[in-house]
């Protein structure tokens, strides 16, 4: 078992678009260091984006399950959406409020390459929107509602700040390596 370091918001590979993964591909071991780091993090979710590799992987725990989906497709969902606050390993300290489908059903293979169907809801549905974004180089704050962004404050955990895109984007600037692409980014720690 190993932890990955997660890419954070400047990190080019947080852009790209994942690889769908064959079946004879599944690694088990990879699974199970996705699931330790979300854990470990303290994540409801993690795509494999956002531990450097472009493979259509995520993983999820929404507080009463944990899943495992493999080239996860959304097949249906409700017209009807609900906006609530996200967060993301990938912007440590920031959040926003995202309107997301409010029930979906979803197709993905599971980690013994066998296909699997349901629908989630809520929380579950909330999650697994969020995270296939990621596969497709979508983060959470391209979908916030305007205005939304909000730095938590260290001194208080429960004290937000309100902050412009841009101000997100000078601050991951001053603190990672946007400027600097010849940084091995594997290795580079997260701000926490
Ligand atoms: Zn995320």
Redesign the pocket.
Known sequence: MALYDVITFGHPTLRKKAKEISVDEIDQEFIDDMLETMYEKD?V???AT?VNVLKRLVVVNDLKSEYVLINPKIIAKSEQQETDT??????PGFQAKVPRHLKIIVRALDREGDSVEFEAKGLLARIIQ??L??LDGI??IDRAEPDSLRMIMESDESSLKEISEKELTDFFKDNFHAERPDVEFERVQPLV
């Open positions: 994540g979710g993690l795509a956002q996200e967060g993301c390993l990938s912007l969020h995270e974004d990621h983060l959470y």
